[in-house]
Structure formats: C-alpha cells, structure tokens
C-alpha cells in the first residue's frame, strides 16, 4: 500500500514545517497513526501518535509542547505540525500505521510511509 509522505525541508533552528501523509481509506481508518524519526547511525524512533480518536496523542518528551500529531478522517491524512525546531530534530520522517495505541515501538508497526527528510540548521 502506497502512503505517501510530504513536508519535509531545510529550516533554522526554530523555524516551523509540517508533514503529511495520505493513505487509502480503506488503510487508514483501520489503524492508529504516528510518526517515527531516523538521524544517520542512529535507530528509528518513535515521535507521536493518535488514536482513531483524534483527541487520544502521546509524543515522546523531547518533542512534547512543540510538535502536534493530528488526524483529519475525512482526508485520510495524518500531519505533524513541528514547531520551534532544533538541530537535533534533524531526521528522516516516517509516517507509521499501528494496529495498537499508542505504539512507540517500530517493530511493531504495522506499515511504513516513506520517509521525508527534515534539516534543521543551526
């Protein structure tokens, strides 16, 4: 299944972006949505997700107050709105479908989008 993943860019520190990722309606109601983060020579980990519900979130603390997950159901896309960036937010973005919330765990992910590169700079 195709999930296409947008909104990546280069950005200053404390710059905003926001990513995307659309999926089939027939995927994307069926699961929890999140995202995950990959820096080079470190592992996938795991940033946010929602619920079907889109009032159920949980983030990892590093990016908790700056970075909102959101759902819109009727556009079967997911976004992250990513705020007040730092250079340690530099990554390559996965958009993430889980059958369990909230998963934090990547090998339990149940298919991953492609991912889209974020940089910030100092």
């Known amino acids: 299944v195709q999930l296409q993943a947008s909104g990546g860019g280069l950005v200053q520190a404390g710059g905003s972006l926001r990513l995307a990722c659309a999926a089939p309606d027939h995927v994307f109601r069926r699961y929890a949505w999140g995202w995950f983060r990959q820096a080079p020579g470190k592992e996938r980990e795991f940033v946010a997700t929602?619920?079907?519900?889109?009032?159920?979130?949980f983030y990892t603390d590093s990016v908790k107050g700056r970075f909102t997950i959101s759902r819109d159901n009727a556009k079967n896309t997911v976004y992250l709105q990513m705020n007040s960036l730092k250079p340690e937010d530099t990554a390559v973005y996965y958009c993430?479908?889980?059958?369990?919330?909230?998963?934090?765990?990547?090998?339990?992910?149940?298919?991953w989008g492609q991912g889209t590169q974020v940089t910030v700079s100092s």
């Open positions: 993430a479908a889980s059958n369990s919330y909230p998963n934090t765990d990547a090998d339990r992910v149940g298919g």
């Open positions: 929602v619920d079907w519900n889109p009032s159920n979130t």
